[in-house]
């Protein structure tokens, strides 16, 4: 048992990066093709129309650690009955959701078009963004089948299939933009390629879980209490979640262009592309954290959290020095000089980076130890400043004083109120986490200033070039 679960976990991760690098490749291809086949205002669309879908379906991705929370013990005592009834539950609840969303989503349309801020007409604007939103609702509505795999420690699976579809996908979308020069085509392809993803895992379930789908049971009192009122707080979460995140490029083609916008998420799609990259590595470990939790002492966990954090930090210097050094290179190479920002901003991408991947192993372990219903506040606390602070830096700034709210709240919030939740929880010293920021910060700035003076000596253009300078990053 225990060497296949081993095997589990290693197949996991694998699979799982792979699986994440395979992604980014293919929304690179994508957001060239949309360059090349229409213009710079189609990809800030694309980028509007997915923060806009990030704030309306913040519930149903928001749940998932829940889904996982409530699964571990289960699936531990091969409880099938129990399994069962929390699978059929949380199911009902996301098909509720998705009304709901696709109801505030439809009534969203004005706002939708009132964000655009670019030479298309409000007609293809309207039918683009509804396509959009019910191929986003389309997947979200099946996240409990995901979800459900992934606490089995089967995250491969849904990797794999997701992988295969994506790249199958891509070719007919390559194909329907080059032929047709049709936007709205190019998201119906989206949109069934979202439906047959959901369709393979669903047959999947039905093939190796039958007993999920017999008769539906209703959970103890006790545990829906406890399960909606993780929901609520994961919810919370996800709202102040969404205000932080999905809020940027809707502020950036209000004050100043959707192309701008555009310009900004080639840049921001790389940055949580290579985070993407390090929370695959996380999400690949996380029933193995959850079912630790179950089952071992405190301080068995700590010293589980501390061995992971120090992989962590070693990521993230590495992750956050390569994306200062090489990112505006690809991007010229990617998709051209007149979509490139300034030294700056770059700077000031990175600097977000870095504070969101120090945090990666605090919010694995919380979010795995149940741990919901203490941060829920804080992090809408932190979406309505960077809210506040984005238009008022923004419209003196622009996209700096974006960037810098964004900082601002981060540091003010969530970035220290998670790790002191986490070391109260193991009943250690915050001094653990000084300690951890103190490394973290001087091996980080070491890396850059020594990789600075070792490409300093270079000089050239090509993706030769490119691929010397990343070599040495």
């Known amino acids: 048992m225990q060497g296949r679960t081993q095997r589990e976990i290693k197949l996991n991760i694998i699979i799982g990066v792979s699986n ?13 093709v949309i360059l090349n086949s229409l213009n710079l205002d189609y990809l800030g669309l694309q980028t509007v129309f997915g923060n806009f879908c990030d704030l309306f379906s913040f519930a149903l991705s928001g749940i998932g650690f829940a889904v996982l929370f409530s699964l571990y013990r289960p699936f531990e005592d091969h409880d099938q009955q129990r399994i069962r009834i929390i699978y059929r539950y949380y199911d009902r609840l996301y098909r509720i959701i998705s009304f709901i969303v696709l109801g505030v989503g439809l009534i969203s349309t004005v706002i939708v078009l009132f964000s655009v801020n670019a030479d298309i007409s409000n007609t293809e604007i309207i039918l683009t963004y509804l396509t959009y939103l019910i191929s986003i609702i389309a997947y979200n509505r099946y996240l409990m089948q995901h979800y459900f795999v992934i606490a089995n420690q089967k995250r491969y699976i ?43 895992v669903l047959l999947y379930l039905r093939k190796i879980h039958p007993y999920l789908f017999e008769k539906e049971e209703v959970p103890e009192p006790k545990d829906k209490k406890s399960i909606l009122g993780n929901i609520k707080d994961l919810i919370l979460y996800r709202i102040g979640t969404v205000m932080l995140n999905s809020t940027d490029s809707i502020i950036v083609s209000l004050l100043i262009s959707t192309a701008m916008s555009g310009c900004y998420a080639n ?10 990259l390090v929370e695959s590595f996380y999400a690949s470990i996380v029933a193995k954290i959850g079912r630790l939790i179950t089952t071992h002492s405190k301080q068995d966990q700590f010293q ?10 070693w990521i993230n210097g590495f992750t956050v020095t390569c994306f200062f050094f090489l990112v505006q290179d690809f991007i010229l190479l990617w998709m051209g000089s007149e979509t490139q920002l300034t030294s700056v901003i770059v700077g000031l991408i990175a600097l977000n980076l870095y504070l969101a991947g120090m ?7 919380r979010q795995s130890a149940g741990i919901f219903h203490k941060v829920g506040e804080i992090v809408v606390l932190r979406g309505i400043l960077n809210l506040v ?5 923004g419209w003196f700034w622009g996209l700096f004083g974006i960037l810098i709210a964004t900082t601002i709240s981060n540091l003010a919030t969530l970035y220290w109120y998670e790790p002191y939740l986490m070391f109260r929880y193991f009943g250690k010293s915050f001094r653990y986490e000084f300690l951890y920021q103190g490394l973290g910060l001087l ?3 070491f890396c850059l200033l020594f990789t600075g003076l070792a490409i300093s000596f270079l000089s050239g253009s090509g993706w030769l070039f490119f691929l010397l300078k990343a070599f040495i990053c």
């Open 20 to 32: 994440q690098i395979l992604i980014l490749l293919i929304n690179l291809v994508s957001k060239n």
């Open 389 to 393: 602070l984005s238009f008022l830096l």
């Open 304 to 313: 589980d959290f501390w061995n992971v954090s120090m992989v962590g930090l």
């Open 158 to 200: 849904i990797c794999l299939i997701n992988g295969l579809v994506d790249t199958a996908a891509l070719a007919v979308e390559i194909a329907v933009l080059q032929l047709t020069r049709n936007y709205e085509l190019f998201l119906l392809c989206l949109l069934f390629k979202n439906i047959v993803i959901n369709g393979i």
């Open 267 to 276: 840049y921001l799609f790389i940055s949580n592309g290579v985070l993407s």
């Open 359 to 365: 945090r990666q192993t605090t919010g694995t372990y």
């Open 443 to 445: 091996s980080t700035v």
